[in-house]
């Protein structure tokens, strides 16, 4: 029986491309939900009111608690990459088939072929130009849609869909 999916891509990891990832995990994951929610509405709030009333000194001095917490989060996300240089430098080959997935590491510290049933997967989202496809909560792959070497991006959403199916969120 001839397969009906074949599809290849092969990319290199670069900085804005792990930020990126880093910050769609943290916004989609359920362990930050409860702390978006603070930080997006109760946190402002709150600095706004304390800034109206008489303890202003506060309301300053927690709204730059904040915002520092933020710059704190983009910092940290650069000095991660810049420990884990050497594998992110590697190159990734993402081969899609009928029944898995396929993603071979090769670098000059390490090389790693990790075969993923369909099944394995535990959630992947699409956005404007990259497939992020998660093996766990925080754990994923990294594929830029410009990356295809045999087949396209609507070839690899329509497997996903396919396979995937609830687990598969198109999110542009």
Same mark, same amino acid.
């Given at each position: 029986?001839?397969?009906?999916?074949?599809?290849?891509?092969? /990319?290199?990891?670069?900085?804005?491309?792990?930020?990126?990832?880093?910050? !769609?995990?943290? =916004?989609?994951?359920?362990?930050? &939900?409860?702390?978006?929610?603070?930080?997006? =509405? +109760?946190?402002?709030?709150?600095?706004?009111?304390?800034?109206?009333? &008489? =303890?202003?000194? !506060?309301?300053?001095?927690?709204?730059? !608690?904040?915002?520092?917490?933020?710059?704190?989060? @983009?910092?940290?996300?650069?000095?991660?990459?810049? @420990?884990?240089?050497?594998? =992110?430098? %590697?190159?990734?080959?993402?081969?899609?088939?009928?029944?898995?997935?396929?993603?071979? %590491?090769?670098?000059?510290? %390490? %090389?790693?072929?990790?075969?993923?049933?369909?099944?394995?997967?535990?959630? $992947?989202?699409?956005?404007?130009?990259?497939?992020?496809?998660?093996?766990?909560? +925080?754990?994923?792959?990294?594929?830029?849609?410009?990356?295809?070497?045999?087949? /396209? $991006?609507?070839?690899?959403?329509? +497997? +996903?869909?396919?396979?995937?199916?609830?687990? !598969?969120?198109?999110?542009?």
């Amino acid at each position: 029986m001839e397969a009906r999916w074949a599809i290849r891509a092969e /990319t290199r990891i670069t900085l804005p491309m792990f930020r990126a990832f880093n910050w !769609f995990t943290q =916004f989609h994951s359920k362990y930050y &939900r409860i702390y978006r929610a603070l930080a997006a =509405f +109760l946190i402002p709030l709150l600095c706004v009111v304390l800034l109206i009333t &008489r =303890f202003m000194p !506060f309301g300053a001095g927690l709204t730059m !608690f904040f915002a520092l917490t933020f710059w704190f989060a @983009h910092r940290k996300t650069n000095q991660a990459f810049e @420990h884990t240089r050497t594998i =992110f430098e %590697s190159g990734y080959t993402y081969e899609f088939s009928d029944e898995k997935l396929i993603a071979r %590491s090769e670098g000059a510290v %390490s %090389s790693d072929t990790q075969e993923i049933l369909y099944d394995g997967l535990y959630k $992947a989202f699409e956005t404007a130009d990259m497939f992020y496809l998660y093996i766990g909560p +925080l754990q994923g792959y990294i594929l830029p849609k410009a990356s295809f070497t045999q087949g /396209t $991006a609507d070839d690899l959403r329509a +497997l +996903l869909r396919e396979k995937l199916n609830k687990r !598969f969120v198109v999110c542009w």
